[in-house]
């Protein structure tokens, strides 16, 4: 019998089964739905290119997912993707790896009660350990010998150092190292995780090379369906893998399947809101919260012509951070020719909401962001967006996005014309107390009512972070490993 069976080799599944499997009388079996290569130099060269996001309409290695991004009357639809491979979303991002705020640990804590797991002093070793900062590892808030290498560009893309000085024009500081603790507002180099080029996910920095350990198994191109249980105690899963389906047993059940996944499996197998369960003939098997709110970061593109020499680089090295609003000069050119400035709003008010289409594994779930139905984002979006257009106007641009019009009224329309996605979709089993009423796990991500199985994954994170998840992801999954592992 397996001791921990992990549903997922994403980001936080991969650390999850590294960190566990390092104690040899611990048995831990790793189940991803995509393809492994047991080798770093095995993956293919666009998920190692970290000049390139490879999620173009015909990459093999992606969910995908029709949304809706916002609805007031006209429904702006769009689709978002994620990994479906070996280090899951990270092994096909941008490779930003930035660590969240002191506030927004702040905020997460104040969830909690008097927990302290989750406060920034305590999470910030745990930072420290997941990374090898190639720049400032010689820095007490960083950490030199960890699996996953961060640096920043030494060498930037004409586009974003014209970006840097304009934002030093408009007044905004210069900011060293955006994860140092002390980091404040303003414009700075986006520590990345690659290495040589090449972006490392937590596949290669921390799953392959324990895969020799004898307590650990990996098997890839195996899809969970349901949960088992007995009683209200998980039990087992049901897999699929060339076409045969069968039950695996385990003591303790894991799912590191993503915010989207994680809570579509819940769901099938009866962990969520009764009616609606009752609705697909899905037995009920605990009443949840799941998918009940979700948050992510609205982005709004303007796009806008550089006569500067483009060069492979990653797809964002300069950031400008201001509080809740991140502006990114996207280096990679989305249409030949035309460069995308991304306004994006990082601590949102609208909450999204995520349930089940159908009982079928195969029918991907509704998905609804329901980004800017609060006054409050539309507020802060506008302004970001004139900010953004005031740095382009420094910068040798020529815009190709409409200017926004002026009143609130047809500046929201605008807003609406212009909307994207960050990707960054958290919070569908969102952590709290027994008593709080929208939590699903707990503090060390157990399920809440149901024994013997956690979410450890991005889906867990109860507020809206001020930065991109991976790097918080990636801590989430050492935190959890560090506290199972001390029993
Ligand atoms: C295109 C893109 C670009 C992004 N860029 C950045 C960035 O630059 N910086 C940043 O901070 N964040 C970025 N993000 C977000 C970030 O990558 C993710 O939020 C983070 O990686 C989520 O980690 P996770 O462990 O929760 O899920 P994932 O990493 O998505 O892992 C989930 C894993 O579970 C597997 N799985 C799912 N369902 C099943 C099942 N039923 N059975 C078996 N296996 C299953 C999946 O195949 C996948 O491997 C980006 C996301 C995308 C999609």
Redesign the pocket.
């Known amino acids: 019998m397996t001791d921990t069976l992990i ?7 991969c650390v999850l089964a590294a960190r566990l499997s390092e104690n040899p009388d611990h048995t831990v079996r790793l ?4 393809q492994l290569w047991r080798e770093p130099g095995g993956f293919p060269t666009e998920l190692l290119d970290a000049t390139r ?1 490879p ?1 173009g309409a015909d990459a093999p290695w ?2 995908r997912y029709p949304v809706t991004l916002a609805d007031d009357g006209v429904a702006v639809a769009g689709n ?19 660590r969240a705020t002191g506030a927004d640990f702040a905020a997460w804590s104040r969830e909690l009660g008097s927990s302290k797991i989750w406060s920034f002093d305590s999470v910030l070793p745990t930072y420290c350990r997941s990374e090898r900062d190639l720049d400032f590892g010689d820095q007490s808030w960083h950490g030199a010998a960890g699996p996953i290498p961060v640096r920043r560009s030494a060498n930037p893309a004409p586009l974003s150092e014209e970006f840097a000085t304009a934002c030093a024009a408009v007044g905004f500081p210069g900011v060293p190292d955006l994860n140092a603790v002390s980091a404040s507002d303003g414009v700075g180099a986006v520590p ?1 995780n690659i290495d040589d080029g090449r972006r490392v ?2 596949a290669s920095g921390y799953l392959l090379p324990a895969l020799s350990r004898p307590n650990l198994t990996v098997q890839d191109a ?4 349901r949960l088992r249980f007995r009683g209200t105690r998980a039990v087992g899963v049901d ?1 699929v893998r060339d076409d045969r389906t069968e039950t695996l047993w385990a003591d303790h059940i894991v799912l ?7 809570a ?2 819940l769901l099938r197998s009866g962990i969520g809101n009764a009616e609606h369960l009752r609705a697909l003939d899905i037995p009920v098997v605990h009443p949840a919260p799941v998918g009940a709110w979700f948050t992510d970061h609205p982005e709004v593109g303007l796009e806008y012509r550089l006569d500067a020499p483009e060069r492979a680089t990653v ?2 090295e300069y950031v400008l951070e201001l509080d809740d609003i991140e502006i990114r000069p996207y280096t990679v050119a989305f249409t030949p020719g035309i460069q995308r400035l991304g306004v994006a709003l990082m601590r949102p008010q609208s909450a999204g909401a995520l349930r089940l289409r159908s009982a079928d ?1 195969a029918i991907p779930p509704v998905i609804e962001h329901r980004y800017l139905a609060a006054e409050h984002d539309r507020t802060r979006l506008r302004g970001a967006v004139a900010t953004a257009s005031e740095v382009l106007h420094r910068m040798s641009a020529r815009a190709r996005t409409d200017p926004m019009p002026g009143t609130p009224k047809t500046a929201d329309g605008w807003l609406h014309a212009n909307l994207a996605t ?5 919070g569908t089993c969102r952590m709290g107390q027994a008593n709080d009423e929208r939590a699903v796990v707990d503090e060390l991500c157990r399920v809440h009512g149901v024994a013997g199985l956690s979410v450890i ?3 867990v994170v109860p507020v809206p972070l001020s ?7 990636v801590m989430i ?1 050492e935190n959890v490993a560090e506290f199972r592992s001390r029993g």
């Open positions: 549903v997922g080799g994403g980001t936080a599944g189940l991803e739905a995509g996001l999620v992606l969910w978002i993707v994620r990994g479906k491979v070996i280090g899951g979303s990270g092994a096909v991002n941008g490779s930003y790896f930035v990345c996910s937590t195996t899809t969970v369906l897999v590191s399947a993503g915010a989207i996944e994680s579509a499996t797809p964002l594994p960050s990707q960054h979709l958290s994954d991005l889906s930065r991109g998840p991976q790097a918080t992801t999954a």
